[in-house]
């Protein structure tokens, strides 16, 4: 007796263990850090290269990388400092797939240098900020390990607000089903291409959700090639990638483009884009997750839209 009970708690453990890696990543991106001085710029790049450097060494945390950030957030002609505020969190987060910003400011006050960190949910637009004082002779590694235990103490704590669950899909259908409550349902075709950068591609993750999501929500879906026949013609592009391996996993990022438009007329009824990442072991498993999670904020903006152009 006492060995079964004690295999059944080892099976307990190794469950919650399996639990514990699989829980989703906290998605982070290191925007520039301004200065109050000219003087400071150097030492404000290079902190925010070396905060960046030490929160990708934690567990549990995925960076976007800075390289990347200057990629994608340059396609929009605004810098990276310029987004560093609440009010554009979301716009980031939706670029870049990150759950939160973290920016900084180095501030020279009576010969001492004071480095104002924030992280911003992009999620919420909560703000969180911290504090680190130093002197002229203090090394930049000091300031950065400093800087990132209290960024750390800020993300376990205020975990919630930064990295809440991802929403219930029953939630969402049953949201959405409210939205179009008394709403006539058009016939949609849907026709999404995808790319995975590194492989072959086997299915279409975001074509499958819409249209799996549509005929949910009692739409009627036409297939591709009757395409010309439907009331609202939904087109799009998506591409995947493999990112950062961390032992067994491997991260990959997604981006999603899409526009709605109706056919009578080729009246434009909306177009948006989303990124999001996910981890797996398979790099082809976490490209279509992360494809997929694409959809759903996709999703969401286009049956707004469609509802309010009636």
Not at 42 to 49: G, I, M, R
Not at 58 to 81: F, H, K, N, P
């Amino acid at each position: 007796m006492n060995r079964f009970i004690t295999l059944i708690l080892l099976s307990c453990i190794f469950s919650y263990s399996m639990l514990a890696e699989e829980k989703e990543p906290l998605t982070l991106a290191v925007l520039d850090f301004e200065s109050s001085e000219e003087r400071l710029e150097p030492k404000a790049e290079a902190l925010a290269d070396l905060v960046s450097a030490l929160l990708s060494a934690e567990e549990g945390i995925w960076m976007v990388e800075r390289a990347e950030l200057d990629d994608i957030l340059g396609e929009q002609t605004i810098s990276l400092s310029g987004l560093a505020k609440p009010g554009t969190a979301a716009q980031v987060g939706n670029l870049t797939g990150a759950k939160v910003l973290v920016t900084g400011k180095l501030i020279d006050s009576a010969g001492e240098t004071i480095v104002v960190a924030k992280l911003i949910s992009t999620q919420s637009s909560r703000l969180f900020g911290e504090t680190v004082t130093a002197t002229a002779e203090t090394p930049l590694s000091e300031i950065g390990t400093a800087l990132v235990a209290k960024l750390i103490a800020v993300m376990k704590r205020e975990s919630a607000i930064l990295n809440p669950p991802s929403p219930n899909p029953e939630t969402q259908l049953t949201a959405w089903r409210e939205l179009l409550e008394g709403y006539p349902r058009p016939s949609i075709s849907v026709h999404i291409t995808e790319e995975d950068l590194r492989q072959p591609m086997i299915d279409p993750a975001v074509e499958t959700e819409f249209q799996k999501t549509l005929l949910a929500l009692d739409f009627e879906v036409i297939d591709t090639a009757s395409a010309k026949t439907a009331d609202i013609a939904i087109t799009g592009e998506a591409f995947s990638q493999p990112g950062a391996r961390r032992g067994q996993l491997v991260s990959a990022r997604a981006r999603t483009e899409v526009k709605m438009v109706r056919t009578r007329d080729d009246t434009l009824l909306a177009s948006d884009r989303a990124t999001a990442g996910a981890i797996d072991t398979s790099s082809a498993v976490a490209g279509k997750a992360a494809l997929q999670k694409t959809a759903r904020p996709l999703i969401d903006q286009l049956l707004h839209a469609l509802v309010q152009s009636q």
